[in-house]
């Protein structure tokens, strides 16, 4: 399998070198030649979660054997609380959440970021690479904890995590701010998470940048969902999750599914993209976002515009204006038009919008729906969803919840619908228990998760527990114009 760049067709690596590059020359995504198919679906079900995960990965790094892939994946994954891995709960009217938080960090990152590094170990290895890979990454919230948690004391890996200073949750940053490890830095931007992707976006095309690195034997990638490495097992679990609905009775084999993601840099729903590409029978494509709409706006109008308002809202891991996942799509729906998607990322970088035609937007709508919510209707949603299912929800799942819906009012499909839960509850236990609970006075972050598990009768999950305890090891901040700086200073490099 071949993978070529989004905006330069011409650019053709392997498999395992998209990994270990994480983004392509010229600030371009690998994408594949052609999309692999899943040819036995049907036997999915009857697999275990790590073996469904190898089975879907090995036909897209096809380079590598089942039985190497099925090794790394197995050592994975020791660290969740659920036997099933990402199971698949059923709520009331056809509903179903697929919860992606039972890992380490309790975030759906870690469905990727616990096998990543084993996986970049086993690519650069094969790519013959001998410099240490430093990993750099941009994190709305839940990537940089997952990626610091499966990166931390990797040999030969050094890693960098840039965070909004005042754009995560208390929990999420001190989840960041308390990591162990002697490869790890975590550094605080003064400005919003598009700040932070730019920034690290700039020294991923910095040629000077990339020279100093390289003259210590450093070479850069990326954890972020735009390496194909991330991407990868995101994909997995939507055809696992397929499976898991057969075995579990809630669908017959061959029955079609809607998917619902509460998405703000547009991998995850990119992913399940990818699955329906692949064979999984996924009729429509639900894009859920909060207030921070672009995404939504995007597949109702076909413009894309970031000339807009950025709000800091209670699902802080979708408060993104610059998708770059979108970038990927794009390049489908566009007929793998390099050249058109190199326009349209000129033109955001320009202008901050570019706009789709009409045949370009109805490809677009023919699989997506938009919708959003705002933070009265996701805190709405968090209380109606624990009425009426007896089932607790985050506030990013709450904004899928919702919007979810409203797809059902509008378009009266009653498809099963398959609904990414993509953190715990106990992430976000202020905004959660003043959802349920309007009146109440809770205190700090730690008070509102021990008065959310009285209310509720659930267990603070110890990852979140600890963390009142933990010492602050990282402390570092920047502007978004001194990122290089503050990177090449945690190296100790001197220019």
């Not at 909060?290 to 308002?309: K, M, P, Q």
């Not at 997506?368 to 009425?387: M, P, T």
């Not at 009146?439 to 009768?457: H, K, M, N, Q």
């Amino acid at each position: 399998m071949r993978y070529i760049s989004t905006r330069n067709a011409d650019i053709s690596v392997s498999g395992h070198r998209a990994v270990v590059e994480g983004i392509a020359p010229g600030g371009g995504l690998f994408a594949p030649v052609e999309l692999p198919k899943i040819e036995n679906l049907v036997h999915i079900d009857d697999m275990p979660y790590t073996m469904r995960l190898a089975h879907v990965i090995n036909l897209w790094l096809d380079e590598f054997s089942p039985d190497e892939l099925q090794a790394v994946c197995d050592d994975s994954y020791d660290r969740f609380d659920d036997p099933a891995i990402a199971p698949v709960k059923a709520l009331n009217g056809g509903r179903y959440a697929l919860e992606l938080w039972h890992g380490p960090t309790l975030a759906f990152k870690d469905m990727a970021l616990q096998l990543l590094p084993g996986l970049m170990r086993m690519c650069a290895d094969k790519a013959g690479e001998k410099r240490d890979i430093l990993i750099l990454v941009a994190t709305s919230g839940d990537t940089g904890k997952a990626a610091l948690e499966g990166f931390a004391d990797q040999p030969g890996v050094r890693i960098c995590v840039f965070y909004p200073e005042n754009g995560v949750s208390h929990a999420q940053k001190l989840q960041m701010i308390t990591q162990t490890g002697a490869n790890v830095d975590v550094i605080a931007v003064r400005g919003n998470f598009d700040d932070a992707q730019t920034g690290v976006k700039k020294i991923f095309t910095d040629e000077r940048m990339i020279d100093v690195l390289n003259n210590h034997s450093i070479r850069l990638s990326s954890a972020n969902s735009i390496n194909l490495g991330r991407l990868l097992p995101q994909v997995a679990y939507y055809a696992a999750a397929y499976g898991e609905m057969v075995k579990s009775g809630y669908i017959p084999y061959g029955a079609a599914i809607n998917v619902c993601v509460p998405t703000g840099n547009f991998g995850n729903i990119l992913a399940a993209y990818y699955a329906m590409g692949m064979g999984v029978p996924i009729n429509r494509l639900v894009c859920a976002s909060n207030c921070n709409n672009v995404l939504s706006d995007f597949i109702n109008t076909g413009v894309y515009d970031a000339n807009r308002e950025f709000h800091l809202t209670s699902s802080p891991s979708m408060d993104i204006l610059i998708s770059s996942n979108l970038e990927r799509l794009l390049f489908e729906i566009s007929g793998r038009d390099h050249g058109q998607v190199r326009r349209w990322m000129d033109e955001l970088s320009r202008t901050g919008r570019y706009a789709l035609n009409a045949a370009q937007k109805s490809a677009l709508k023919e699989r997506f729906f938009g919708g959003w919510a705002s933070e009265e209707e996701v805190a709405r949603e968090i209380r109606r969803v624990y009425e009426e299912d007896n089932y607790l929800v985050d506030p990013h799942t709450a904004v899928a919840m919702k919007v979810a819906r409203d797809y059902r009012e509008k378009t009266f499909d009653n498809t099963p619908m398959l609904i990414a839960s993509t953190a715990s509850p106990f992430k976000f236990a202020g905004s959660v228990l003043r959802a349920i609970m309007p009146d109440i006075e809770c205190g700090d972050d730690f008070a509102c998760c021990r008065a959310l598990s009285e209310v509720t009768g659930t267990e603070v999950p110890p990852a979140i527990a600890e963390l009142a305890y933990k010492p602050i090891l990282h402390n570092g901040v920047c502007d978004p114009a001194d990122m290089e700086r503050a990177l090449l200073e945690n190296l100790d490099i001197r220019l």
